[in-house]
């Protein structure tokens, strides 16, 4: 949507090879956010939204094996892609028992690591968006105009959207019956740079129910999941 770049959070506490993959992952078009151990990372990770995590085991102050629990704990879907020295069969297991995406041991060969990089993203994106809709949308005698922006509402009268409201609008739905995070709002609507707090999007779906909602105090379509995000559904 507004931001067709993807973020990768990489976590690795060796300064050369930091700097070697991050100069190469750039190249490939990538934003890069550097944490050079476990506190870093897991600070990164609450405060944005990534499309991949390329995570080093053996870190500083919070080890890799840690940090992917936590991001697993938190119902944190993002793919990880585990760096490791350690290439036993037995560490390799660990680490995707523990919930990562992909294992390579270290030295690896930079090509295959790039490609694995692109996989992940583009498997990731493709999950993502559960449901492709078009320019017009109905739901419980309400009609949203994506392309025009604007909505003829339950009560008949039509009423404008703007930018952010349509784009939110169209990712909930897009994504019916699942919880979409506040870090994927934030990437999808807002973008990285400005970062509104979660009472702006408690507010836009605040209005979202008071807009399309025929009780807005019993919702059926707009729903906030608390301390996780948002969810849509068709209701009834």
């Known amino acids: ?34 944490a050079f151990n476990g506190t870093e990372a897991l600070k990164a990770i609450a405060n944005e939204y990534f499309d991949l995590i390329i995570l080093d085991i053996m870190l500083p102050e919070i080890d890799g094996i840690r940090v992917l629990e936590t991001i697993r704990v938190n119902n944190n879907e993002v793919p990880v ?4 020295a350690r290439n036993s069969d037995a560490d390799r297991i660990r680490g995707l028992k523990k919930g990562a995406d992909d294992y390579l041991s270290k030295p690896f060969n930079l090509e295959e690591l790039l490609l694995r990089v692109e996989k992940l993203i583009h498997k990731n994106k ?34 404008e959207l703007s930018k952010k409201e349509t784009m939110l609008l ?35 779906i605040l209005n979202f129910r008071k807009s399309f909602e025929q009780d807005s105090r019993n919702p059926i379509h707009f729903h906030s999941v608390r301390g996780v995000g948002y969810k849509y559904v068709d209701g009834e």
């Open 1 to 34: 949507m507004t931001n067709d770049k993807s973020n990768i959070l990489l976590v690795e506490d060796e300064e050369n090879l930091h700097e070697a993959l991050k100069l190469n992952l750039d190249m490939e078009g990538y934003d890069i956010t550097s």
């Open 81 to 84: 892609l585990i760096l490791s």
């Open 126 to 159: 493709k999950i993502q968006v559960k449901e492709t809709i078009g320019d017009t949308y109905t739901f419980g005698n309400n009609t949203i105009d994506f392309k025009a922006q604007e909505a003829q509402v339950w009560t008949g009268n039509r009423i």
């Open 170 to 204: 169209k990712l909930l739905i897009e994504n019916k019956g699942d919880v979409v995070t506040r870090e994927k709002i934030l990437q999808m609507v807002w973008g990285y740079q400005v970062y509104p707090t979660t009472r702006t999007i408690d507010n836009f």
